[in-house]
């Protein structure tokens, strides 16, 4: 089945310590997005890309950075953990981006940070 | 701008129960609605969505959802709570300003189902 695929499911980190999650899709999609989910609470946009083009929000941090090689795979790097970003960061991808699409979601990553 | 409401942010429901999740939007133009379910530790799961087709909108599970613009709402409703059902809801809207399809959800209802 298509999908979208995120890696690892949970990941624990130190303060401070840099660490990349990774996302992949067979879904052979244009776009895709990156999300950070606070405990009971909406996700939120961080970024995304349309083809090898990357749209920052303008109120995600510094500290994150992405990167997408190819269409199948998108990465999320945070620089320099802190409490604050221990959440459940999720991937998703839409066929064109346009207006009223469809974002299928990976299952997402859970960050801890000690 | 584009915003959601969503009233609630738990509702629960007995098994067999009509389901009601409401949610308002503010547009300034004609928007574009959706419903999303996520499990616990699980992705969103697209349920059902509204692109200016017809009104009353059917989705998966046997959810389904009514535009109405004169109240500026999406809600949701399923007429059968089922046990499985219990998760949390996110109403979302599609942002004109944005690029790429962006979209701008609500902070999502938890749903409880009770035998």
């Known amino acids: 089945d298509a999908m979208v695929i995120q890696n690892p499911r949970y990941q624990v980190t130190q303060f401070g310590k840099p660490v990349t999650l990774s996302c992949s899709q067979t879904l052979n999609h244009n776009v895709m997005y990156w999300y950070q989910q606070k405990s009971s609470q909406a996700p939120k946009l961080l970024f995304h890309y349309y083809d090898k083009d990357f749209n920052n929000e303008a109120d995600t941090p510094d500290n994150f950075q992405s990167r997408r090689p190819n269409t199948s795979f998108c990465f999320l790097d945070i620089r320099s953990p802190g409490l604050g970003d221990a959440a459940m960061y999720l991937c998703a991808t839409s066929r064109e981006g346009r207006q009223g699409g469809t974002q299928h979601f990976g299952d997402g990553t859970r960050l801890s940070i000690l | 701008a584009q915003s959601v409401t969503q009233l609630g942010s738990h509702v629960s429901v007995s098994e067999g129960a009509l389901v009601l999740l409401r949610c308002n939007y503010s547009s300034s133009v004609p928007p574009y609605l959706f419903w999303y379910v996520q499990y616990p530790n699980q992705g969103l799961q697209l349920l059902l969505k509204?692109?200016?087709?017809?009104?009353l909108v059917k989705g998966i599970n046997g959810f389904e959802a009514e535009f109405k613009k004169s109240e500026t709402s999406f809600h949701l409703t399923k007429p059968s709570a089922h046990m499985s059902d219990a998760a949390e809801y996110f109403c979302?809207?599609?942002?004109?300003?944005?690029?790429?399809?962006?979209?701008?959800f609500g902070k999502g209802t938890k749903l409880s189902v009770k035998p």
């Open positions: 979302a809207v599609s942002d004109p300003g944005g690029s790429q399809g962006n979209l701008i």
């Open positions: 509204y692109t200016s087709a017809a009104t």
